[in-house]
């Protein structure tokens, strides 16, 4: 079983600031991670896949980075509408599942 | 636009069925995988089932495996997961999204609430 884990718990940003997170998982994922945003009560967007390809219409402030064990989704300007949960997701294997990570809270400080 | 609305939630008892629909528009969707994701209440994401475009290969997680399924029309463009057996902890929004992998599209949800 691959466990991930998403760090920090909870990440508290002034507006304008940079943020970086971080996800990592017990085993290889061979770059196959998928970054989303949550806003609260809206479903989650794409943002990141193949660890560094941005979804379409995805702003250039988020850039996704790591390889092997360890990626990171960084935030380059924070904005309002960035403040929201974000979770990584794992995909490197078939048949599914497709676990996705416990999930970075991004609040404002 | 990729659209996708899903439908069919409510009240269950437990030990109960219900079945949650989700039409899309704007996409291919005969080649088009399909996955169904839940999140509940407070909690973070969970992939439940995903389904080939014919409909011919069904994937689910271990915590629903022999109690969901999950189907399509693809003349209707609509995704289905019938759910039977119901517990408390399935309540959930349930999202439909496209993507055999990570998903690019989402629905608005559609809630589940499994309570006595």
């Known amino acids: 079983e691959i466990l991930m884990t998403q760090s920090p718990a909870t990440l508290s940003v002034s507006p304008g600031e940079r943020a970086t997170l971080s996800c990592r998982a017990s085993?290889?994922?061979?770059?196959?991670v998928a970054w989303y945003r949550q806003k609260p009560g809206q479903a989650p967007r794409l943002l990141i896949y193949?660890?560094?390809t941005r979804a379409t219409g995805v702003p250039a402030r988020f850039s996704g980075s790591g390889s092997g064990t360890e990626f990171n989704l960084t935030i380059s300007s924070l904005q309002s509408e960035d403040f929201a949960v974000y979770y990584c997701?794992?995909?490197?294997?078939?048949?599914?599942?497709?676990?996705f990570g416990p999930g970075t809270r991004v609040d404002i400080k | 636009d990729v659209q996708l609305v899903e439908s069919g939630g409510g009240l269950v008892q437990p030990g109960g069925s219900l079945r949650v629909s989700c039409v899309a528009s704007?996409?291919?969707?005969?080649?088009?995988?399909l996955t169904w994701v839940r999140q509940a209440p407070g909690k973070g994401l969970e992939w439940v089932a995903n389904?080939?475009?014919?409909?011919?290969?069904?994937y689910y997680a271990d915590s629903v495996k022999g109690r969901f399924t999950v189907s399509r029309d693809n003349v209707k463009n609509s995704l289905f997961l019938q759910m039977n057996g119901l517990r408390p902890e399935d309540t959930a929004v349930y999202f439909c999204?496209?993507?055999?992998?990570?998903?690019?599209?989402w629905g608005q949800g559609t809630q589940v609430t499994v309570s006595s």
């Open positions: 999204s496209v993507g055999p992998y990570y998903s690019d599209h």
């Open positions: 704007g996409l291919t969707f005969h080649n088009s995988w």
């Open positions: 389904i080939k475009p014919d409909g011919n290969e069904k």
């Open positions: 085993q290889d994922f061979n770059n196959n």
């Open positions: 193949g660890a560094s």
């Open positions: 997701q794992y995909y490197n294997h078939w048949p599914p599942p497709f676990t």
